[in-house]
């Protein structure tokens, strides 16, 4: 069984520029997270999906950032524009989406804004 | 509100000797609690979960965890420490009786296994 997917693995930018974050879940998985983790910390979440509904989007900074999985399988995350406190790893997380299912998480995204 | 407290940040053991990695945790209701690992420029890794019955849970890799509820803690363990068990180690929680799926980690614990 493949591993949930993320692209790209390393981004660098200039700040006040966009950037887009891919994650393609595990298969069968209808339950779809972004993380971010900043240096030295546990990952906080930004946003949960249930299939293509974000149920779940308290701590996305809606200002700056988006995200859609519109046929409820892959997902983009966007942030523009990108500020230096942006720099972090963007983790995507799957589960199959009962109540005690274990999140499996992708490799991440390092993002690097200058 | 939830949250995880990871005390050390970085726990030194001897290869073959017995590893604890510790991790106190706080929820308004029944705990969800997990242990993963993470090694340099890698995702989570999944270790293990404790969801209710036996607090003893055994995970992958020879690491086990014991839930004690009094002293909400979920600490990791592992008889034998391997160097390759050099990694940054996250405790995380979520409240079993919210309908938020959300995990709340720690800061993480840095463990260092020397030869």
């Known amino acids: 069984e493949a591993g949930v997917v993320q692209s790209p693995r390393y981004k660098i930018i200039e700040k006040k520029q966009p950037v887009a974050f891919w994650c393609n879940p595990i298969?069968?998985?209808?339950?779809l997270y972004w993380y971010r983790q900043n240096l030295g910390q546990g990952p906080e979440l930004l946003i949960r999906y249930e299939n293509e509904e974000a149920v779940d989007d308290s701590q996305l900074p809606k200002d700056r950032f988006s995200a859609e999985r519109l046929k409820g399988v892959d997902s983009t995350l966007k942030i523009q524009p990108a500020e230096l406190g942006d720099s972090a790893v963007y983790l995507c997380?799957?589960?199959?989406?009962?109540?005690?299912?274990?999140?499996?998480f992708g490799p991440g995204t390092r993002l690097t804004v200058l | 509100a939830q949250s995880v407290a990871q005390p050390e940040d970085q726990v030194n053991v001897a290869e073959g000797n017995p590893l604890t990695v510790k991790c106190t945790y706080s929820v308004s209701g029944n705990p969800y609690l997990f242990w993963y690992v993470q090694y340099p420029n890698r995702g989570l890794q999944f270790l293990l979960k404790?969801?209710?019955?036996?607090?003893l849970v055994k995970g992958s890799y020879g690491f086990e965890a014991e839930f004690n509820k009094s002293q909400t803690s979920f600490h990791l363990k592992k008889p034998s420490a391997l160097v390759s068990d050099s990694a940054l180690y996250f405790c995380a929680v979520r409240d079993a009786d919210t309908g938020r799926r959300a995990l709340t980690f720690g800061s993480g614990t840095r463990l260092q296994v020397q030869p």
């Open positions: 298969s069968g998985h209808n339950t």
């Open positions: 404790y969801i209710t019955g036996d607090n």
């Open positions: 997380a799957s589960t199959r989406g009962g109540s005690t299912d274990t999140q499996y």
